[in-house]
């Protein structure tokens, strides 16, 4: 797989980025047998983080951009955590998406789509997962989504 990935992520011209380090006191992953828990990733690129609610400042489809920042991120976390095989990736289990929206905004789901959408599209079935998609009323540095994982790996 690591190869079909690889080739998927530059057609569709994307990269992994490094893992990020955690922000505050905790660690990015924990592996429990074959299962990987990696703590919410916020929407971060080259620019910076990806900032504001959606719903006032940021559309639907802006928020949907940063959700698939956000699944980038974790799969950089999938990744290390399996000491930076990706083939050892199995399948994506669970996502949480948490959208900072304002009280109106519905859309959480069409969000939370950008990470489920790439997921789907780098890794086929392997991709499809069960998924949460929330709004919250802020997030941390006022970032427009963070995510958190599940994954299972061999």
């Not at 998927?8 to 057609?11: A, F, M, N, P, T």
């Given at each position: 797989m690591s190869s079909d990935f690889e080739q998927?992520?530059?057609?569709m011209g994307l990269s992994l980025p490094d893992a990020p380090a955690p922000a505050a006191n905790y660690v990015p992953f924990v592996v429990v047998g074959n299962t990987v828990y990696v703590s919410g990733q916020?929407?971060?690129?080259?620019?910076?983080?990806i900032k504001g609610k959606v719903g006032a400042d940021l559309t639907t489809e802006e928020g949907a951009k940063a959700?698939?920042?956000?699944?980038?991120?974790?799969?950089?976390q999938a990744k290390k955590a399996c000491g930076g095989d990706i083939s050892r990736l199995k399948r994506v289990v669970k996502l949480?998406?948490?959208?900072?929206?304002?009280?109106?905004?519905?859309?959480q789901p069409k969000v939370i789509n950008g990470a489920s959408d790439l997921f789907v599209a780098l890794l086929g079935d392997k991709g499809r997962h069960a998924r949460s998609a929330?709004?919250?009323?802020?997030?941390?540095?006022?970032?427009?989504?963070?995510?958190?994982g599940?994954?299972?790996?061999?």
């Open positions: 998927r992520l530059e057609e916020v929407a971060v690129n080259a620019d910076g983080m959700a698939e920042v956000c699944a980038l991120a974790l799969l950089a949480t998406g948490f959208v900072n929206s304002t009280p109106d905004f519905v859309d929330v709004s919250a009323g802020a997030l941390p540095f006022n970032v427009a989504v963070e995510i958190e599940i994954f299972e790996i061999s």
